[in-house]
């Protein structure tokens, strides 16, 4: 027994001295080693040019040798050219409220004790940073140090001039690491072009009242969460204003995301990806989910959307459906689920305000479709949850530039009631 | 065996129904009975009027029976009268964008084995909200339930006519329960008339602030805390709507704590001496965890400048916070929280005017000076006064002092 001891005693520092050793490296790699810069996307505004590359969770860990993401530190690399007559400045703050200052990166990626890299560490991340100014005729880049976004990336870079003025550059960059569940889907040959039906904006109102009410499950026989949505714009639009709403994308499940989004279920995590259930229109799953994530995994904003065979001159109109989970409850179908508000309405209209007060709410209206379901006598969704509704689904308009939020317009087809 | 069974199912039944008749219990108390509307304050534009009250954590549970405190809810009543000849429509989200919808707030208070009751709270809480359009002529009233802020809370009231014209009411409500930082301070007495000096002039004012002293002390004054990289100018008012309107956060005092799970928010700030006195005020901006915080200190100097109060300031941003033993460490490089502000300011539309003066004295990353806590900044030296405004100023607006040349500016920063 004594002899057992004594041999873990031996062990048991050779093991802290190998797992030492084993971590304490800081062997960054230059930025032409990683090739993160072949996505770079570039704008250009009068004689300034912006251009702006996201590494993955993998590409920063090489090039910054330490696991950045892991410690919710995501790099976003800049290059901007200024041809101008004056020098410009950049805006950290602009780009993200909650930046991380050079040292403060490097500080969380600190090793747990004093080790001479600790120090190294601080200097490559404080010479990597962005430069604040840039001088008339040159070209500067590096590093700003900003919170984790996964999915798709998107951010502003605004430059301020001598006149004080601001021209703003907003990029939306994809973030490769994730599956979103809209990727493996060709938008081009969901319909022959013989069943793409084209409406002006009388025609569409008519057409939409006739779309189903509600989702249903996959076989069709029963009816799910209602259809209380209608997105018109291109898939790009569509996509950029959720994201600039701070929506999130949702990954298709597989067994990282259905992990992930177990540890989350246990233990009240934020993973802001997670997998959403299928619900079915048009005899098929939903094309794009998002979901806005607040404090747990059961306080979400849920929206799920099909592409109709439905343009308004020329414009793709999606159909969805949109709903807030309030919590976990047991069922007897699937265990445990999420219920909703059963208030969909607010729900509804939340996302009127949320896209509105993120600039990308073109025009707004309402019309007929869903069947109203008073308060005192509510429906089911699939899982067995109640919801009440004014039988109003909500028409959004949606843009990919900002808009003016006093430009927006309300066409009066249908008013809600309260 | 099976009569031993009968019995403790007998037992079970017993104990769920009292368990289930303990809890059951919902008495809301009628909102004229609970006096929260004696603090509401009220806005009037174009014919619309709006009056919010914040309600404590008393009075929700009072007008609720709900401890919704406890959750991080807290309602806001609003009272809006339309007299004018369009509608109007209100968005919660304006006011809170993460706000809690009603029947989200009811499902969190609901109960086990109480279906009755979790059916009267639901009714309840649906009424008390509100949204949607107000009628011309008419008056609407509700509550919108927001995430928890202690101190001082603003929101905005956005209404959007059917003209499209929105109009805005910002208010500026102090909460009830947090004793803030200044609570004690009478700026009124802090200097005799004696002791006060007064500029009209730039030269001057720059002048005094670069004679000011580069660093704040510890309590004794034997020893050097961190620098004062910092002033304000504008008067207390318009100094705290600024860092309000800014996302910052009052902090607490020593003598009364503050609740736990809001002590990374609201915990009082450590003491730094200057004047021979702990800072008068000190705000904080909390980002996602403790070790992310940006803290403020201020002090209102003797110094007026064209009538107006000069605050003088420290600010840093805390990159490892541990509460036991308390104990905290600066981003060394004490500029960069002094950049973060002037930019903060700068996008809330609360700044006027800006410029840098000497007086910190410079320390490089090499050669870095050291903190009370024997960690290591270093700076290049300068402070960074900032004019505040009470009136939103747009960007191209903001006027910049040619004192000393920003260190931004400069060509190889």
Redesign the interface.
């Known amino acids: 027994m004594p002899n057992t001891i004594r041999i873990c005693w031996i062990i048991l520092p050779l093991i802290f001295i190998l797992f030492v050793s084993g971590c304490a490296t800081f062997n960054p790699r230059t930025e032409e080693e990683v090739p993160f810069r072949e996505r770079a996307q570039t704008q250009e505004k009068g004689n300034v040019q912006v251009t702006a590359a996201v590494p993955s969770a993998e590409e920063s860990k090489r090039l910054f040798g330490v696991d950045i993401y892991g410690r919710?530190v995501q790099p976003i690399w800049l290059e901007i050219e200024n041809e101008d007559e004056d020098?410009v400045?950049f805006?950290?703050?602009?780009l993200d409220?909650?930046y991380?200052?050079?040292?403060?990166a490097a500080?969380?990626n600190h090793f747990g004790f004093k080790t001479p890299f600790n120090e190294e560490m601080?200097?490559f991340f404080?010479e990597r940073r962005k430069?604040?100014?840039i001088?008339p005729r040159s070209v500067m880049s590096g590093f700003v140090y900003t919170?984790v976004d996964e999915g798709t990336k998107a951010f502003n870079v605004d430059l301020?001039g001598e006149?004080?003025?601001?021209r703003t550059f907003t990029f939306f960059i994809n973030v490769p690491g994730i599956r979103p569940d809209h990727q493996d889907i060709d938008f081009e040959a969901l319909y022959p072009k013989a069943q793409i039906v084209s409406y002006e904006e009388q025609g569409l109102r008519k057409a939409l009242e006739r779309v189903p009410c509600c989702t249903t499950n996959k076989e069709g026989t029963e009816q799910g969460d209602p259809l209380n949505l209608v997105v018109i714009g291109d898939q790009d639009e569509v996509h950029n204003a959720f994201i600039r709403a701070g929506w999130d994308e949702t990954e298709i499940i597989y067994r990282a995301s259905a992990w992930k989004t177990g540890m989350s279920f246990l233990f009240g995590g934020r993973y802001r990806y997670s997998p959403i259930s299928p619900l079915y229109v048009y005899g098929r799953r939903q094309d794009v989910s998002f979901q806005k994530a607040?404090?747990t995994i059961h306080?979400r904003n849920h929206l799920r959307l099909w592409l109709s065979p439905m343009r308004l001159n020329g414009k793709p109109v999606w159909v969805g459906q949109i709903s807030?989970d309030?919590?976990v409850r047991f069922t007897t179908k699937t265990i445990l689920t999420h219920?909703i508000?059963?208030?969909v309405d607010?729900?509804r209209?939340?996302l009127i305000?949320?896209l509105?007060?993120s600039q990308g709410l073109l025009k707004l209206a309402y019309v007929k479709g869903v069947g109203p379901a008073p308060?005192s006598a509510p429906r089911g969704n699939l899982t067995g949850d109640p919801y009440f509704s004014d039988g109003l689904r909500a028409v959004l308009w949606v843009s990919r530039d900002r808009l003016d939020?006093?430009?927006?317009?309300?066409i009066e087809w249908e008013?809600?009631p309260? | 065996m099976q009569s031993y069974l009968d019995r403790c199912g007998l037992v079970l039944f017993v104990v769920l129904s009292l368990t289930a008749y303990g809890c059951a219990s919902f008495n809301p108390r009628p909102i004229d009975q609970v006096p929260f509307q004696t603090r509401a304050q009220t806005q009037s534009e174009n014919n619309v009027r709006v009056t919010a009250a914040v309600l404590s954590a008393q009075e929700s549970k009072a007008v609720f029976d709900l401890d919704l405190y406890k959750k991080g809810i807290q309602p806001i009543w609003l009272e809006i009268q339309n007299n004018d000849e369009e509608r109007v429509w209100f968005a919660p989200a304006g006011v809170d964008r993460g706000y809690f919808s009603p029947l989200e707030v009811a499902y969190m208070h609901h109960r086990s084995f109480a279906k009755e009751t979790n059916n009267k709270i639901d009714k309840y809480l649906h009424k008390q909200g509100i949204r949607g359009h107000i009628e011309p002529g008419t008056l609407r009233s509700g509550f919108v339930f927001t995430n928890l802020d202690l101190g001082t809370k603003i929101f905005n009231v956005d209404l959007v006519g059917d003209d499209q014209q929105i109009r805005t009411f910002t208010f500026f409500i102090s909460v009830p329960g947090l004793k803030v930082s200044y609570a004690d301070v009478d700026f009124a007495n802090l200097y005799s008339k004696d002791e006060m000096v007064s500029y009209e002039g730039k030269k001057d004012l720059r002048k005094a602030l670069e004679n000011l002293p580069c660093c704040s002390k510890n309590e004794d004054g034997t020893k050097q805390a961190d620098p004062l990289n910092l002033v304000i100018i504008g008067n207390g008012k318009t100094v705290h709507q600024a860092l309000i309107r800014s996302g910052w956060d009052e902090t607490g005092t020593m003598e009364r704590s503050v609740a736990v799970t809001e002590q990374y928010r609201y915990g009082p700030v450590s003491p730094f001496y200057l004047y021979g006195r702990p800072q008068d005020a000190a705000f904080r901006k909390t980002r996602e965890a403790a070790d992310e915080r940006n803290h403020l200190r201020l002090w209102l100097s003797p110094i007026r400048y064209k009538g107006e109060q000069v605050w003088v300031g420290q600010i840093s941003r805390d990159i490892k916070v541990r509460y036991i033993p308390n104990k905290f460490q600066i981003e060394p490089l004490v500029d960069e929280a002094r950049t973060y502000i002037l930019q903060d300011l700068w996008y809330s539309q609360t700044l006027a005017k800006f410029g840098y003066v000497k007086g910190v004295g410079a320390a490089s990353m090499s050669k870095p000076r050291k903190t009370l806590q024997e960690d290591p900044y270093f700076t290049d030296g300068y402070r960074l006064v900032l004019w505040v405004s009470r009136k939103p100023i747009s960007f191209s607006e903001v006027e910049a002092l040619h004192w000393e040349v920003p260190p931004f500016r400069k060509k190889d920063f």
């Not at chain 1, 805006?91 to 602009?94: E, F, I, K, R």
């Not at chain 1, 006149?163 to 601001?166: G, L, M, T």
């Not at chain 1, 939020?405 to 309300?410: I, N, P, R, T």
């Open positions: 919710g020098p400045y805006l950290p703050l602009g409220p909650n991380f200052s050079p040292i403060e500080f969380v601080n200097r404080y430069s604040i100014r001088a919170p301020l006149d004080h003025e601001i607040r404090g306080e807030r309030i919590g219920k508000d059963p208030d607010e729900t209209d939340f305000q949320d509105w007060y308060i939020m006093e430009a927006v317009e309300f008013l809600p309260r």
